[in-house]
T-cell receptor
Framework: NAGVTQTPKFQVLKTGQSMTLQCAQD?????MYWYRQDPGMGLRLIYY???????DKGEVPNGYNVSRLNKREFSLRLESAAPSQTSVYFC???????????????FGPGTRLTVL | AQSVTQLGSHVSVSEGALVLLRCNYS??????LFWYVQYPNQGLQLLLK??????LVKGINGFEAEFKKSETSFHLTKPSAHMSDAAEYFC?????????????FGTGTLLAVQP
């Protein structure tokens, strides 16, 4: 099992450019998440998907869109990149526990994005 | 609303010394609590979690944490630090129920281990 994979690993964009970050998981998980990590701020949830076909906003959704393409894949799109979106982006997935709440989230290796 | 506070953004210990990383949470419902570790240039990896039952939770690599409801704390400890423990540690809380358990992370504690 590869777990959670993310592409690309690194990306440099100019202000105003667009790009899509890709995420896939092979653990048959229902839930998937996108976080951004900034120094001194921990991880903040951008968007999440409870199941295939559903997406919801997290704490910091502005400037991003997502697509849950199928059960395996969850992509994050920056339509018009801004320097404030320079960050490390992590994708994660989890399976709901039988008691409704014992999820462990499994994380990908991250994408390091710089917007100039 | 739930929140997590990690006291000390940087902690330095000597190899062989006790590791203590502090985490306090705020939650209006009984929480699920997690500690994750992040090694340089890698994603996060689960160390341990508390859901229900025994309040002392043992995790990987010799770490453990104790859930103290009266103190709203979930501090992470390891009796003897190893050089390989140098990493960033994140405490997180989630609520039960709902379609997805969203995690609220603390701001992290960077652990340095001195030889």
């Amino acid at each position: 099992n590869a777990g959670v994979t993310q592409t690309p690993k690194f990306q440099v964009l100019k202000t105003g450019q667009s790009m899509t970050l890709q995420c896939a998981q092979d653990m048959n998980h229902n839930s998937m998440y996108w976080y951004r990590q900034d120094p001194g701020m921990g991880l903040r949830l951008i968007y999440y998907s409870a199941s295939e076909g559903t997406t919801d906003k997290g704490e910091v959704p502005n400037g991003y869109n997502v697509s849950r393409l199928n059960k395996r894949e969850f992509s994050l799109r920056l339509e018009s990149a801004a320097p404030s979106q320079t960050s490390v982006y992590f994708c994660a997935s989890s399976e709901r526990g039988l008691d409704g709440g014992t999820d462990t989230q499994y994380f990908g290796p991250g994408t390091r994005l710089t917007v100039l | 609303a739930q929140s997590v506070t990690q006291l000390g953004s940087h902690v330095s210990v000597s190899e062989g010394a006790l590791v203590l990383l502090r985490c306090n949470y705020s939650s209006s419902v009984p929480p699920y609590l997690f500690w994750y570790v992040q090694y340089p240039n890698q994603g996060l990896q689960l160390l341990l979690k508390y859901t229900t039952g025994a309040t002392l939770v043992k995790g990987i690599n010799g770490f453990e944490a104790e859930f103290k409801k009266s103190e709203t704390s979930f501090h992470l400890t390891k009796p003897s630090a190893h050089m390989s423990d140098a990493a960033e540690y994140f405490c997180a809380v989630s609520d039960k129920g709902g379609a997805t358990n969203k995690l609220i992370f603390g701001t992290g504690t960077l652990l340095a281990v001195q030889p």
